[in-house]
């Protein structure tokens, strides 16, 4: 996956700010709940870590790209790029929280990297994830390869740990009234799809038509209903019980 994909969302680009916004709220919410030796899977342009960092006694953070991450800024965080799973040169037990959020949906053997993330974890230390909820998708994503039902995902992650806290993400009428603009907008797209090509098709043949479609959406979205764009803040987020109207799931698993 790119780094100028529309799967990395930038804090810079305001159409992306729907999605900056929640996910921002997931690193708050992990903020509470970290402390000690912490590893982040999933860097990507960066903003988590300057949350999760003055919690950590020191933080490993990790991606599959370069950073561009000023790590002057932040004494106890160190960045390797690595491709995962697993999860090479990490002792076992080295860690008392993961963190990583929207990555699993990324991941082939998503089985290998749960146990990865087990293996890394002190007796006791926990799991933190996001991922997006599959019965909120509007489309099909192709740099996904696979999204998650709140069971599903409990299913997986009891394989490799004694428990899990399952929350979701929501939003409240601001956030739904960009939402239901933005699903007006796809089914306006999709509906040229009347032969279904778009879960018929390999994933990577659909990449580049999806990534372009995707941000000439948002952006028109932006142009259209700037206010609406705009406006959302991490507070019109809210974590709750999980269930199928939630935008991610946030799940804290024990070992």
Not at 157 to 163: D, E, G, V
Not at 175 to 197: A, G, H, Q
Not at 215 to 238: A, C, F, P, W
Request: hydrophobic fraction near 35%; include cysteine.
């Amino acid at each position: 996956m790119g780094i100028q994909t529309a799967e990395r969302i930038s804090q810079h680009d305001p159409s992306d700010n729907f999605v900056f916004q929640r996910s921002i709220l997931a690193y708050y919410e992990a903020a509470k709940r970290v402390s000690g030796d912490i590893l982040e899977i999933g860097t990507g342009s960066g903003y988590g870590v300057t949350i999760i960092a003055p919690k950590a006694n020191h933080l490993l953070t990790i991606d599959k790209f370069e950073t561009q991450l000023d790590l002057t800024e932040h004494r106890n965080v160190e960045f390797r790029q690595m491709n995962v799973p697993p999860l090479q040169g990490i002792p076992d037990e080295s860690f008392d929280f993961v963190v990583s959020f929207q990555v699993i949906e990324h991941i082939e053997d998503d089985g290998k990297y749960v146990a990865e993330i087990s293996r890394v974890l002190k007796k006791g230390g926990k799991f933190i994830l996001t991922t997006p909820n599959a019965p909120m998708s509007l489309t099909r994503n192709p740099w996904h390869i696979r999204e998650y039902t709140s069971d599903e995902l409990e299913i997986l992650l009891l394989k490799h740990f004694s428990s899990t806290e399952k929350h979701g993400i929501f939003g409240n009428d601001a956030v739904m009234s960009y939402f239901n603009k933005n699903k007006e907008s796809v089914e306006k797209i999709t509906r040229f799809d009347f032969l279904n090509l778009q879960y018929k098709l390999p994933r990577q043949l659909l990449r580049i038509p999806y990534d372009i479609l995707n941000r000439y959406n948002r952006k028109k979205l932006l142009k259209k209903n700037s206010v609406i764009t705009s406006g959302i803040k991490m507070e019109d987020y809210i974590l709750n019980s999980v269930d199928d109207s939630c935008f991610d799931l946030f799940y804290v698993a024990s070992k």
